[in-house]
C-alpha cells in the first residue's frame, strides 16, 4: 500500500471505532449530532470537498455529489425526526470509502508489472573520458557509435552490439522471460535489460530516444489515451446518467407527496424524502465507471508481464473478436537467418566436407558463407587456403593444401563440367568439388521458430478459424514452411503492396461481419500491412522500428507462441466487462425499483452500491492473471 492508502484506511478504522464508541455512550440531541458528526466528517470530508468544486466548476453530476446529497439528507431528516440515527449516513459513506480503497488497491496492483516496465529506463551511461576513466553520463547525450560500458547489476542503457566480455542478461522486465540470456562478442543487447555478472564493453547502435527501452515507454505512456469502445460507452453513459437520476430523485421526494395531498391523504414527506435518498445512493454508476476501465488496464498490465505490450484498451477489445490471422513468414515464423539444416557427402566424411566448405568460405562476406563459418567455428586451422577466386552468381574457387576446391551453385559445376546429384531438400543448395570430383552438398535455409507449429496449434484451440502466411519467398520454400506449420494457406513471392493487396482482399470477405483479422511481422516492408490489418502485431525484438511503430501490439521476446496467450488474456478480459456491466446494471435497476416503492433501505442501496462496486473491483482484477501454456502440449 502506498501512502495515500494507509492513510485512507485509518480513516476507515478511525471512524469505525468511533461509531461503535458513540453506539454506547448515553447522549442525545444536539451533542449526540456534534459527536456523530466527528467519524463522519473524518470519513468523508474530501467527497464533501470534490462535491464543492464539482459544483463550483459546474460539473457537478459524479458520484461525489450522489453521495454527499444521500448523506447529508438522511443526517437532515435523522435531526428532523429527531431519532438521533446518524449511523446510516456514516455508514454509507464509511463503505463507500471502502470500496474506493479496493478500488485503489487493485489498481495499484495491477499498475506493479507496468511499473516495472517503466523502471526499465536507465539513469546514466558509462564512458571513459580523456584519461581512461569511467564517467558516467547522460544516456541522451551518447552518440551512435560511441562505446559504452556495463558492470555487472547495471542496465544497458542504450541498445547496441558487444565488443568485449561476455556475460548474462536479465530482460524479464523486457520479454516476460525468466532465464538469462548468455551474450558475448558479437551479440546485440537491448536497453532495459539487466547485466547480471561479466563486464561488458559495447558499441551503441542507436541513439537512446530510439532504443528499446525509450520505445517500451512511449508505448506503455500512451496505452492509456486509446480507449475502447466499452469505456468510450460508459463514459457517455455516466455523463447522461447522472443528471438524469438525480432529476429522478427529485421527482421522487416531491410529486408522490403532492400528490397525497392533494388527494387528501397524509403525504408523509420525510418517507418519500428517505425514498429518494436511497435512490440517490442506489444510482451510483460506481461498478461501472471504476470496473471497466480498470478490467482493461489490468488486462494491458497483465499482458505486459508477459513481455506483450498492448498500446491501448482498443486494440485489446479488437484482439477478441480476431478470427483469422495472417503471418509474414522470413523473422515471424522462421528465424530469419541462414543455417546448414543437413549435409550430403558423396566421397569424404560430413565433418571433412564442412570443413573443406568452410576453408574456401573463409573471407566471403556472404550471408551464405556465414552460416557455413558458424557451422564450422574452428576452420580457422594450420590448412593453407591460398588462390581464392570469388565468380559473381556461381561461386568459390580456392586451392586448400594445394587441392583446388569449388563452392558454389550448380553454375559453378557445370562451368568446370564437373557432374552434380540434385536434392530433394528445400534450401539453398551448395555443392563441393575437390579437384574435379563432385564430393557432396550442403543444404542452408531459415529454420523455422521452436514455437512457431504449437504457436499454430495454440491458435487454432483458441477459435482463430484461418491462418495464412504472406512472404516475398519462393513457391517452394513457401510451401515448405505451411506444410510444416499446418497453416492453411500461403502466398509467395509477394512484393510490399502485393502483401496489401492480398490483405485487403481478406478484409473484404470479413466485411459486415464481427470477424476481425490481425497481420504478425517484423520487417519494413510489413509497416504498411501492419497499418492496414485491424490488429498489427510485430516481433519486437529483431523487428524493425517501423514494423513496431506502425503494429498495436509488441511481443518483446519474438516469441509466436505468445499470440494465443495475448487473444486468451483479451477474450478473458472481455468476458469480465460483460460480467460486470450487465451485474452491476441488472443489480441497480431491481433495487432502485425496490427502493422507489419503498422495499429498499439504505443498507440495501449501500449494497447495490458499494457492494456491487467491490464485487466487480475483485473480478476486474482477474484480468490480471492468465497463465502461461507450455508450447510442448501442442506439440
Given amino acids: ?87 446510516e449516513a456514516i455508514a454509507v459513506m464509511l463503505l463507500y470509502q471502502l470500496g474506493e480503497f479496493f478500488q485503489s488497491y487493485a489498481v495499484g496492483r495491477s499498475r506493479k508489472s507496468i511499473s516495472q516496465l517503466m523502471d526499465i529506463a536507465p539513469d546514466y551511461a558509462n564512458i571513459k573520458n580523456d584519461q581512461g576513466d569511467l564517467i558516467q553520463v547522460d544516456p541522451e547525450e551518447v552518440q551512435v557509435g560511441t562505446e559504452i560500458y556495463i558492470k555487472p547489476g547495471e542496465k544497458i542503457p542504450i541498445d547496441g552490439q558487444v565488443l568485449e566480455g561476455k556475460s ?3 530482460t524479464a522486465a523486457l520479454t516476460g522471460e525468466s532465464l538469462p540470456q548468455d551474450v558475448g562478442v558479437g551479440s546485440q543487447v537491448f536497453s532495459g535489460a539487466i547485466n547480471l555478472n561479466g563486464l561488458l564493453r559495447v558499441k551503441t547502435t542507436k541513439e537512446f530516444g530510439e532504443s528499446t527501452a525509450s520505445k517500451v515507454m512511449e508505448l506503455i505512456e500512451d496505452a492509456s489515451s486509446r480507449k475502447s469502445k466499452s469505456e468510450n460507452f460508459i463514459s457517455k453513459f455516466a455523463r447522461i446518467y447522472t443528471p438524469v437520476v438525480v432529476v429522478a430523485a427529485l421527482i421522487l421526494a416531491i410529486i408522490p407527496p403532492i400528490i397525497l395531498k392533494v388527494s387528501g391523504n397524509p403525504s408523509h414527506w420525510d418517507d418519500w424524502i428517505y425514498r429518494a435518498l436511497t435512490f440517490l445512493i442506489i444510482s451510483c454508476p460506481c461498478a461501472l465507471v471504476i470496473s471497466i476501465p480498470l478490467s482493461f488496464f489490468a488486462g494491458i498490465g497483465g499482458a505486459s508481464k508477459k513481455g506483450i505490450l498492448i498500446k ?83 561461386g568459390i574457387t580456392a586451392k586448400v593444401n594445394g587441392h583446388l576446391a569449388y563452392v558454389g551453385n550448380t553454375k559453378l559445376m557445370d562451368h568446370f563440367s564437373i557432374p552434380w546429384k540434385a536434392c530433394d531438400h528445400v534450401g539453398t543448395i551448395l555443392h563441393i568439388a575437390r579437384d574435379g570430383h563432385y564430393q557432396g552438398h550442403i543444404v542452408i535455409a531459415d529454420t523455422i521458430k521452436k514455437n512457431a507449429k504449437a504457436a499454430i496449434k495454440a491458435l487454432k484451440a483458441e477459435g482463430i478459424k484461418k491462418t495464412l502466411i504472406l512472404t516475398g519467398d519462393n513457391e517452394e520454400v513457401a510451401k515448405d514452411v505451411a506444410e510444416k506449420l499446418s497453416v492453411d494457406g500461403y502466398y509467395s513471392q509477394l512484393l510490399p503492396q502485393d502483401k496489401v493487396a492480398k490483405l485487403e482482399e481478406e478484409l473484404q470477405a470479413l466485411k459486415g461481419t464481427k470477424e476481425r483479422l490481425a497481420f504478425v511481422g517484423d520487417g519494413i516492408n510489413d509497416a504498411p500491412v501492419l497499418t492496414r490489418a485491424d490488429v498489427g502485431i510485430a516481433m519486437g525484438a529483431m523487428g524493425s522500428d517501423a514494423a513496431i511503430e506502425a503494429a498495436d501490439v509488441i511481443l518483446m521476446d519474438d516469441d509466436p507462441f505468445k499470440i494465443a496467450l495475448a487473444i486468451k488474456i483479451s477474450k478473458k478480459c472481455l468476458r469480465i466487462v460483460k460480467q460486470n456491466t450487465y451485474a452491476s446494471i441488472g443489480i441497480k435497476v431491481f ?20 457492494g456491487v462496486t467491490v464485487l466487480a473491483v475483485l473480478n476486474a482484477i482477474r484480468c490480471m492473471f492468465e497463465k502461461s501454456e507450455d508450447p510442448s502440449k501442442y506439440i
Fill in 1 to 87: 500500500m502506498n501512502k495515500k492508502q494507509k492513510k485512507n484506511l485509518a480513516r476507515i478504522l478511525i471512524s469505525l471505532i468511533l461509531i461503535i464508541f458513540l453506539h454506547f455512550l448515553p447522549v442525545q440531541g444536539w451533542l449526540r449530532f456534534a459527536l456523530y458528526l466527528i467519524p463522519y466528517l473524518i470519513v468523508g470530508y474530501d467527497i464533501l470537498i470534490k462535491a464543492f468544486y464539482g459544483l463550483k466548476n459546474k460539473q457537478p453530476f459524479d458520484e461525489s455529489l450522489l453521495m454527499s446529497i444521500a448523506t447529508l439528507g438522511a443526517i437532515a431528516l435523522a435531526l428532523y425526526s429527531k431519532s438521533g440515527d446518524y449511523v
Fill in 168 to 170: 548474462s542478461l536479465d
Fill in 312 to 394: 491501448g484498451s482498443n486494440y485489446l477489445e479488437t484482439l477478441s473478436e480476431v478470427s483469422e490471422i495472417v503471418f509474414d513468414k522470413t523473422g515471424t515464423l522462421t528465424k530469419g537467418s541462414f543455417t546448414v539444416t543437413a549435409i550430403h557427402p558423396q566421397e569424404l566424411k560430413e565433418e571433412d566436407l564442412l570443413h573443406l566448405a568452410a576453408h574456401v568460405e573463409r573471407y566471403s562476406t556472404h550471408p551464405i558463407a556465414d552460416s557455413v563459418r558458424k557451422a564450422y567455428p574452428n576452420e580457422d586451422d594450420d590448412c593453407q587456403v591460398e588462390d581464392i577466386n570469388e565468380m559473381a552468381g556461381h
Fill in 591 to 610: 433495487v432502485l425499483i425496490l427502493g422507489a416503492l419503498g422495499y429498499a433501505s439504505m443498507w440495501a442501496a449501500i449494497f447495490a452500491d458499494v
